[in-house]
Structure formats: C-alpha cells, structure tokens
C-alpha cells in the first residue's frame, strides 16, 4: 500500500504565496505521474498540474504562470510553488501519485489540504 501526504495549506491574503508539499510512501514500485487537483464547495475536482518522472510538467488553465510544479525523484515528493494567489484559488487541494505495479498503473490520492485565499 502507498500513502500520500500533504501538508503546507492554509490562510493568504490575494496575491500571496504558499508552498504545498506532498510526500508518497510505503510500498512503491516506480512512481510515475504525480500532481495535483483542488475541489472548491460545489464544484468538480479539477486538474492544478501534474509532473512526470522527467520532469514535463502540464497545468490547468486558471494557475498557468502563477503556480510551479516540481518534484524530487528520490524522495517521491512533488511541490506546488503558488504565487499571485486569488480568491478563486480557495479549495481543498489533494496530491495524486500514479504507481506502476505488475498490475498496471494505480492512482493514491492524499487526504486533501485546505487553502483559503481572503480577498
């Protein structure tokens, strides 16, 4: 079994920064993809940005030049540098890693951390 960790969520005022991290271990056998998404209150979860193993890295259309995706390899850890923060930018984020197994590929997913952006 693979757990993943975030942590770094919290309180900004619009236009500030926060640094997410996000951390997967146990049982690995070869973390590929790992990224993240955020779900706001009634709303679907949606795609923030996502990284591979060699570093191509792709993001959602509302945080393109404002938030960095990047990832340490050896430790399976992947950040979200977010910077320029808006109030839309508030929901609960959640780290993704892709594990491919002898079965295939199979997604984890965090327990979420919350960021709130006041306007």
């Known amino acids: 079994q693979v757990q993943v960790v975030e942590s770094g969520g919290g309180l900004v005022q619009a236009g500030g920064s926060l640094r997410l991290s996000c951390a997967a271990s146990g049982s690995i056998f070869s973390i590929s993809l790992m990224g993240w998404f955020r779900q706001a209150p009634g709303k679907e979860r949606e795609l923030v940005a996502t990284i591979n193993g060699a570093g191509s890295t792709k993001y959602g259309d509302s945080v393109k030049g404002r938030f960095t995706i990047s990832r340490n390899n050896a430790k399976n850890t992947v950040y979200l540098q977010m910077n320029s923060m808006k109030p839309e930018d508030t929901a609960v984020y959640y780290c993704?890693?892709?594990?491919w197994g002898p079965g295939g590929p199979h997604h984890y997913w965090g327990q979420g951390t919350q960021v709130t952006v006041s306007s």
């Open positions: 993704n890693a892709v594990d």
